[in-house]
Each structure stands twice: as structure tokens, then as C-alpha cells.
């Protein structure tokens, strides 16, 4: 008899666990009720509340929250319910619909907001859904309107908008986009979609071809949480979340538009809930050439949410995101003079099963099987360039010139030649992910909650499996409505580097609760510790030292003789902490952080003559031939985030921040590390090629960057302006000349140019279903490199219609 595998095992237990939760007791009361709690941004009951019972936005009953601010409807018939709060001292608001069936309790809180800034609910910082006054972690989220009003394509170009964020798209639309939070690399943040993980195996995403299709919004976790998240959340944690459908009747939009540099875009959505179902579907295709000879770009991206509220208590809901992306690869144009011929294509799907039960009042459970299937290629049909004396293919003659006045003319290698290279050359990667996770939230008390859970990961890729376990347990308490406190450790156990665990705690503190008495509204202090950790991409695990001694002669024996182990994870010690300040009212905020993390144990090559240096045994590095990865690397940054949002009134709304950082990179053993490079024309300067030297700055890392934000909507007319400010950075050319020499490279040390980019949408309703739209991406067309080598787009426009049939406004209204 076959033994199930482990995976098959959990999936049945969660299979299970969904029909016991589907059943219904007979004995079920014949109708529906509704019932909740008023409660304030701290968690303090509101009595006296005025609650409003809305069905399809219509008011059809009434009643007054009692002294412990609950209130109750009953006798509903099945159906879709929401609630609106009129409560003194506090703006009115309106809760998201919730199911009621025709037999048992649905149960629905709702928070009111003191001033007219919007309260936020996160979840990446603990598990669970609260609202981010009583949380300690800087956590920035980028909601729909947000995401809406800037019309953008895809979700990195928001994300240029977060505190300690830089986004680096190596050329035009459809290029390698980077994230770099906190001085942290671009594979050190952790990506979830619904929940699903989805980076490649050992951290890394490419952001370019993640489109704003189908995101409700974008919730960013500025600092490790590997306690909840487990592997790859060195710097950071962002998850992505797909739009719910919500009205009654189904709403049906399309939109198309088109622009200069033959620029097309349609996207077309359905969504609704009928009963106890809701619904999301959305496909969005995205053309354009960029202005450059073979730089097209095709991006087809679904997104869809299903769900079904199978009892009172019980939900299960299907997720499914599927992109497939093309583009033209023309290289650093700005250093060749011409485009490669080269072309890549990426086609990525994530598929989700989360089923949740409010088991009692104060336990709720939750268990989701997610399935991650990633491919990527890139294909090079032919030399480019000039065929030199050497049998390679060189670029045009160019001048090169960085932000830090170093000059530089000559040809750069482009493409190998024949003798050593075969054509047509294709790059093939996938990976696929197939991962369980459980978890159980128990709420002891109002001021005290504790949550566990366990996650279990199959993984493929490059002829590499795994199968990675990780424990959760975090708990979280408040005292007297001023102290929040949450503390947990993550237990991993994963396939390569075996054991580690990952503690974190984050506090919050009012110094003055918030009140709308005075122009200070609120004083909140905020303290974060956590660590992180990440696992070796499936390249540097089959390239490690134990892996190449392992396929070597007599390398097994030098394994058991000096006790070499697997490359180990790369780890991070990151803490903060701060002070939010609010005003008038609540109507503005002020948001100062100070930050430190140490990211070490990371993962580099090392050359064989360079392994002794670190205590590998002569005749251990030896055998291992060229070299190999081990985890020998470490950087530090420090700095501070400085962040302002105010709701002015009459519809225009600002928000702005500025992020100061210092990184070094503090221990390496690379051959630049080792070796530097030399320009003959800079004879004194070295130069790391493609790596920064010890004590300087990691690549593509500003000290200076921030972001502005105005938006303006009033009655049918919409206008949004947003600034990204970004200083200079070092960087590297990369570039080998004709003869092989070092005569192409710059010094490192502010190489790549500071920018400023302003983009402007705007849009006006001419009815319920039609809006006409403009998006400007460069406003005032600056020419740019965000990686020193890769022109960036110009002013760039689109102008378009949008069509909406159904939902709140009906067909024909």
C-alpha cells in the first residue's frame, strides 16, 4: 500500500475540518440575526451609537447601541446587511456587507474613526485583522481609491508612494522591477497574494509584470516578520489582496484607453453577491512599444474571488491570480548605443483555498491551501553588435558619463561570440510552491488574544525539492487602553538549513489618547524588535560549498572530516521606534521613525584562494574548484522616515514622506571585495564590479528619497498628482571593454544620477456609467536613468473611457 505524503495528510485533516464546519445543527433558529459592537480606534465600547440597518444601501430598520455599545437586529430574512454609525464626537461610518442566513448569528463590529482620516485595518503585523491604532509596526497600506485615482498599471508605481521604499525599474514599462525597503536587497521582502506566497524559491520578485488589476489594496509590513511569515521576509512583508464583489446587483465595468508609443490598455470586470455568495472577476491586457526599438511589452493578467459564506460562522473562498507577460529585451541602450535583440517571457499563477470558522464567540480558525506555478525565459536568437578581433560582438562607441563627474568612451562587450556561446540561446527557470497552512486565534479576554498556527511547503525548482515546516505562536494584550503589545517567535524547520527561530515584539503606547478636544489629538510612541530569515535560491544551494563538495572526489570525506554543513540561512536583526502625532482634530497626522537593521550571514561567491581567509581548511577549498556560496556577506543601515497626511477638506487630500538612510556593506569576500578593479584613467579610485566594496554603499540605495501626494476629488470631477524624489546611488556600469580590460567602469561612489518624477491623472464622471480618464507618467518628461544604462520613459499618456452597468447605481439609472 502506498504511503500518503505529508502534504496529502493535512490536506485531508483541512477537508475534514471545512464539512464539519458546512454542517448545520437542525435545531437553528428560522431567522437571521445581526448583531455587534460600536467601538472606538483604541477598542473602548461606544454607547448610545445610532445604528442604521442598510439593505443594498437602503435604510430598512433602526436601533440605538446599548451601555456596552452592542446592538442587535433580528428576524432577518438570508441576505447581505450593512450597518451605518452615527455616534457623537465621531464621524459617521459604514461597514462592509456582511452575510446573515436565514438561520443563526452573524456577528459584525464596527470602528469609528475620530477625525476624517481614514483608520486603516492591517494584518500583516499580527494575523489577524485590527485596526492599526493598536499596533506598533509601520505598516503602510495603499487602498483602492488610492490605486484608482492614480490610474497607474502596475502596483510598484504606488509603491514608490510607502516610507523607506525605492522602486528601481531597470528601463521602461515591462523591465526587472526592484524593491529596496530599509536598505534591505530587492529578494528581501516577503510577497503575498491572498495570503498566497509569491516569490521564487529563496526571495526573488519581479514586480514589473504585476499589474494593479483586480488589487483591492497593497498592505506594507516595513521590517522582518519571519515570526508570522516564515522564509524570505528579511526587510519586509507585502501582501496583496484581490477585490471582493459586494452589491446585489452584479456590476459589470469596462475600460479602454490608449496613448503615444503605441499604448493600449483594456480591462473588463464583473463582481457582485447574491446570498451567500460574492463574486470578483477582472482580465486586464496592457500593450505598448516604449519608444524603443525592440522594448514591446504585452502583460495579460486575470484576477478573480469567489466566495461563499457557507453558515453564520463559516466562509470558504477561491482566489486566482494568473499573469502572462512578454517584452523585448534591448539591454542598457544608454551603454551599447543599440538594442539587443533578446526577449523574455514570464507567465505566473497563484491559486487559493482559505476556509475560516468563528468556531465560538472568542475562537476563530483558519486554513488555506495555496498553489504557486512560476516560468520564466529568455531567449537571445542572435548576436548583436560588432564582430571584434577577439570573435565577440561589441556595442557602438559611447561616452558614459556618472552623476559623480567620472567620464568614460569606448565599445562594451554585448554579446559573446560564436566560439564561445551558441545561437539561439535560451535561459528557462520555473518553480512551483504548493504550501498548507493552519491557523487558530483565541481572544481570552478583550485585552488578551493568543494565535498558533503551522505551515507546511512543498517546493520544485531547478531540480531542487524541498519541504519546509514552520510554527507559529504570538499573542497579543493592551493595558488600561493604552499599552498593545504583541510578542511571538516562529519555529522553522526547513529542507537546507534546518532549524532557526525567529522572535519578534511590537508595542505601542499612548502618551494622549485621541479626542477631538484641542489641535493635538493623539500622541502614540511605537517600539518594533524582529528578526528575519531567508532560504538560498536553488543556484546558490546546488553551487554551495557542501553541495560542490559533495559531486567532487573525495569531497564527501572532507564533509565528514572537517564537518562542512549546508549553506545556512541569510538572517536579519532589525528594530525601530518612533512617535505618531496627530492634529486638528485628527484631520492631519505627523509620523517620525528611526530605524537599525543588520543583515548578515549572507549569502556570496567566494573564490577558492579566498575561502581560507574564512577558515575553510586549504584542502577543503581546493576541491572545491573555482569557488563556491557560502554565507560570508553582511550589511547595516540605519535612518529615519519622516511621514505627513492631512485631510485638508473639501475633497483634497495630501500625504507626503521623506526617508533618510545610511547602508554600508560591513564584511565581504567576493573577488571585488578582495580585488577591486581599476580604471586606468582613475589609477587610485577601485571599483567594484559587480558587487560594492566593504564600506560603502549597497547598490541602487539612496540616502535621500520621498514621495508627495495630492489628490483632489470633488462632486464629478477627480485630479491626483503624485512626486517621486529619489537622490543619488552608487551603482556599477558592469562593463568589460573590447580587450577584456577595465577601461568602461566608473567609480562606484555616487555613480547614478538623482531624479524627480511627477505623474498626474485625472478623471470626470459624465453619468452613473460613464467616466472619461487621463493618466500622465513623466509630467515634465525628465530624462532619467533609475538604473544608470536603462533610459526610462518620457511623458508618457494615456486617455480613456470607463463603462459601468449595474451594481449601486443599477442598469439604467
Known amino acids: 500500500m502506498k504511503t500518503p505524503k505529508p502534504w496529502q495528510c493535512i490536506f485531508r485533516l483541512i477537508l475534514l475540518f471545512v464539512l464539519i464546519s458546512f454542517s448545520r445543527p437542525a435545531s437553528a433558529a428560522p431567522q437571521g440575526i445581526l448583531r455587534g459592537r460600536v467601538i472606538d480606534p483604541l477598542g473602548a465600547v461606544v454607547p448610545g451609537a445610532k445604528v442604521a440597518l442598510l439593505e443594498n444601501s437602503k435604510e430598512i430598520a433602526h436601533t440605538q447601541a446599548g451601555p456596552e455599545g452592542a446592538f442587535e437586529f433580528a428576524g432577518l430574512n438570508a441576505g447581505r446587511y450593512s450597518v451605518r454609525v452615527q455616534a457623537s464626537g465621531f464621524e459617521n461610518e459604514e461597514s462592509a456587507p456582511a452575510f446573515v442566513p436565514g438561520e443563526g448569528t452573524a456577528q459584525l463590529d464596527v470602528i469609528v474613526r475620530l477625525g476624517s482620516l481614514r483608520q486603516q485595518m492591517v494584518v500583516s503585523s499580527t494575523g489577524t485583522a485590527m485596526p492599526e491604532s493598536q499596533v506598533g509596526a509601520s505598516v503602510s497600506v495603499v487602498d483602492q481609491r488610492q490605486l484608482d485615482d492614480a490610474n497607474h498599471q502596475d502596483v510598484s508605481d504606488e509603491l514608490r508612494t510607502v516610507p523607506g521604499a525605492q522602486v528601481v525599474r531597470g528601463g521602461r514599462m515591462g523591465s526587472v522591477t526592484s524593491l529596496f525597503i530599509r536598505g534591505g536587497e530587492s529578494n528581501f521582502n516577503k510577497v503575498l497574494i491572498d495570503g498566497i506566497p509569491a516569490n521564487d524559491i529563496g526571495g526573488y520578485m519581479n514586480l514589473g509584470t504585476v499589474a494593479a488589476a483586480g488589487v483591492d489594496e497593497a498592505e506594507i509590513l516595513r521590517g522582518p516578520n519571519s515570526a508570522l511569515y516564515g522564509s524570505d521576509g528579511l526587510a519586509s512583508v507585502i501582501n496583496l489582496t484581490t477585490r471582493r464583489g459586494t452589491t446585489g446587483t452584479p456590476e459589470i465595468t469596462y475600460a479602454a484607453d490608449g496613448g503615444n508609443f503605441s499604448t493600449m490598455r483594456h480591462d473588463g470586470s464583473i463582481g457582485g453577491a447574491y446570498h451567500a455568495f460574492d463574486y470578483f472577476s477582472e482580465f486586464a491586457r496592457f500593450d505598448t512599444r516604449n519608444g524603443i526599438p525592440n522594448n514591446s511589452f504585452h502583460n495579460g493578467t486575470y484576477a478573480g474571488n469567489l466566495g461563499w459564506a457557507a453558515n453564520a460562522t463559516?466562509?470558504?473562498?477561491?482566489?486566482?491570480?494568473?499573469?502572462?507577460?512578454?517584452?523585448?529585451?534591448?539591454?542598457?541602450?544608454?551603454?551599447?548605443?543599440?538594442?539587443?535583440?533578446?526577449?523574455?517571457?514570464?507567465?505566473?499563477?497563484?491559486?487559493?483555498?482559505?476556509?475560516q470558522n468563528q468556531t465560538t464567540p472568542r475562537w476563530h480558525n483558519l486554513a488555506r491551501f495555496a498553489y504557486a506555478d512560476q516560468h520564466y525565459s529568455l531567449t537571445n536568437p542572435s548576436p548583436t553588435g560588432t564582430l571584434?578581433?577577439?570573435?565577440?560582438?561589441?556595442?557602438?562607441?559611447?561616452?558614459?558619463?556618472?552623476?559623480?563627474?567620472?567620464?568614460?568612451?569606448?565599445?562594451?562587450?554585448?554579446?559573446?561570440?560564436?566560439?564561445?556561446?551558441?545561437?539561439?540561446?535560451?535561459?528557462?527557470?520555473?518553480?512551483?510552491?504548493?504550501?498548507?497552512?493552519?491557523?487558530?486565534?483565541?481572544?481570552?479576554?478583550?485585552?488578551?488574544?493568543?494565535?498558533?498556527?503551522?505551515?507546511?511547503?512543498?517546493?520544485?525548482?531547478?531540480?531542487?525539492?524541498?519541504?519546509?515546516?514552520?510554527?507559529?505562536?504570538?499573542?497579543?494584550?493592551?493595558?488600561?487602553?493604552?499599552?498593545?503589545?504583541?510578542?511571538?517567535?516562529?519555529?522553522?524547520?526547513?529542507?537546507?538549513?534546518?532549524?532557526?527561530?525567529?522572535?519578534?515584539?511590537?508595542?505601542?503606547?499612548?502618551?494622549?489618547?485621541?479626542?477631538?478636544?484641542?489641535?493635538?489629538?493623539?500622541?502614540?510612541?511605537?517600539?518594533?524588535?524582529?528578526?528575519?530569515?531567508?532560504?538560498?535560491?536553488?543556484?546558490?544551494?546546488?553551487?554551495?560549498?557542501?553541495?560542490?563538495?559533495?559531486?567532487?572526489?573525495?569531497?564527501?570525506?572532507?564533509?565528514?572530516?572537517?564537518?562542512?554543513?549546508?549553506?545556512?540561512?541569510?538572517?536579519?536583526?532589525?528594530?525601530?521606534?518612533?512617535?505618531?502625532?496627530?492634529?486638528?482634530?485628527?484631520?492631519?497626522?505627523?509620523?517620525?521613525?528611526?530605524?537599525?537593521?543588520?543583515?548578515?550571514?549572507?549569502?556570496?561567491?567566494?573564490?577558492?584562494?579566498?575561502?581560507?581567509?574564512?577558515?575553510?581548511?586549504?584542502?577543503?577549498?581546493?576541491?572545491?574548484?573555482?569557488?563556491?556560496?557560502?554565507?560570508?556577506?553582511?550589511?547595516?543601515?540605519?535612518?529615519?522616515?519622516?511621514?505627513?497626511?492631512?485631510?485638508?477638506?473639501?475633497?483634497?487630500?495630501?500625504?507626503?514622506?521623506?526617508?533618510?538612510?545610511?547602508?554600508?556593506?560591513?564584511?565581504?569576500?567576493?573577488?571585488?571585495?578582495?580585488?577591486?578593479?581599476?580604471?586606468?584613467?582613475?589609477?587610485?579610485?577601485?571599483?567594484?564590479?559587480?558587487?560594492?566594496?566593504?564600506?560603502?554603499?549597497?547598490?541602487?540605495?539612496?540616502?535621500?528619497?520621498?514621495?508627495?501626494?495630492?489628490?483632489?476629488?470633488?462632486?464629478?470631477?477627480?485630479?491626483?498628482?503624485?512626486?517621486?524624489?529619489?537622490?543619488?546611488?552608487?551603482?556599477?556600469?558592469?562593463?568589460?571593454?573590447?580587450?577584456?580590460w577595465t577601461t568602461m567602469l566608473l567609480p562606484n561612489r555616487n555613480l547614478q544620477a538623482g531624479y524627480q518624477v511627477v505623474d498626474l491623472s485625472g478623471r470626470y464622471i459624465v453619468n452613473a456609467h460613464v467616466t472619461t480618464y487621463v493618466s500622465v507618467s513623466n509630467l515634465f518628461s525628465q530624462h532619467y536613468q533609475a538604473e544608470i544604462g536603462y533610459p526610462s520613459l518620457p511623458l508618457a499618456f494615456r486617455a480613456g473611457m470607463k463603462f459601468t452597468f449595474g451594481g449601486e447605481s443599477g442598469w439604467w439609472k
Request: aromatic share 14%; net charge neutral.
Open 314 to 355: 463559516t466562509e470558504l473562498r477561491l482566489t486566482v491570480r494568473h499573469s502572462a507577460a512578454k517584452s523585448g529585451d534591448p539591454n542598457a541602450t544608454a551603454f551599447y548605443g543599440i538594442p539587443d535583440d533578446s526577449w523574455e517571457q514570464a507567465r505566473d499563477t497563484y491559486v487559493g483555498v482559505t476556509a
Open 388 to 740: 571584434d578581433l577577439f570573435g565577440d560582438y561589441v556595442g557602438n562607441t559611447v561616452t558614459i558619463c556618472g552623476a559623480n563627474g567620472y567620464c568614460t568612451t569606448g565599445s562594451a562587450i554585448l554579446d559573446c561570440g560564436l566560439a564561445y556561446c551558441a545561437y539561439p540561446s535560451t535561459y528557462q527557470t520555473s518553480a512551483m510552491r504548493r504550501s498548507i497552512y493552519a491557523q487558530s486565534d483565541y481572544q481570552a479576554r478583550p485585552d488578551l488574544g493568543v494565535t498558533g498556527g503551522f505551515r507546511y511547503e512543498h517546493e520544485n525548482g531547478s531540480g531542487e525539492t524541498r519541504d519546509n515546516f514552520s510554527g507559529i505562536l504570538e499573542g497579543r494584550g493592551s493595558l488600561k487602553r493604552r499599552l498593545y503589545v504583541t510578542a511571538g517567535v516562529g519555529l522553522d524547520q526547513n529542507a537546507v538549513f534546518g532549524f532557526a527561530a525567529t522572535p519578534r515584539v511590537s508595542l505601542a503606547y499612548y502618551l494622549r489618547r485621541p479626542s477631538t478636544d484641542g489641535f493635538f489629538s493623539d500622541t502614540k510612541l511605537k517600539f518594533n524588535f524582529a528578526t528575519g530569515i531567508k532560504e538560498p535560491n536553488t543556484y546558490q544551494q546546488a553551487s554551495s560549498l557542501y553541495q560542490v563538495l559533495l559531486q567532487s572526489p573525495g569531497g564527501p570525506a572532507l564533509i565528514s572530516q572537517y564537518g562542512i554543513s549546508p549553506v545556512g540561512a541569510e538572517r536579519s536583526r532589525s528594530f525601530d521606534f518612533g512617535a505618531e502625532q496627530g492634529f486638528w482634530n485628527n484631520r492631519a497626522r505627523l509620523g517620525v521613525t528611526l530605524f537599525h537593521a543588520r543583515y548578515y550571514d549572507l549569502i556570496e561567491y567566494v573564490g577558492h584562494d579566498a575561502l581560507p581567509l574564512l577558515g575553510v581548511p586549504p584542502s577543503v577549498a581546493l576541491a572545491a574548484g573555482w569557488g563556491a556560496y557560502i554565507n560570508s556577506d553582511s550589511h547595516r543601515a540605519f535612518g529615519a522616515e519622516l511621514e505627513v497626511k492631512a485631510n485638508i477638506g473639501h475633497g483634497l487630500f495630501v500625504r507626503g514622506n521623506y526617508t533618510y538612510l545610511d547602508a554600508v556593506v560591513t564584511r565581504s569576500f567576493t573577488s571585488d571585495a578582495l580585488g577591486p578593479s581599476y580604471n586606468p584613467a582613475f589609477p587610485t579610485i577601485p571599483i567594484g564590479v559587480y558587487s560594492p566594496l566593504v564600506g560603502a554603499r549597497p547598490f541602487n540605495r539612496a540616502p535621500h528619497s520621498g514621495s508627495l501626494v495630492v489628490d483632489y476629488a470633488r462632486r464629478k470631477f477627480g485630479v491626483a498628482l503624485s512626486g517621486s524624489f529619489v537622490g543619488r546611488r552608487d551603482g556599477s556600469t558592469y562593463l568589460t571593454d573590447a580587450f577584456y
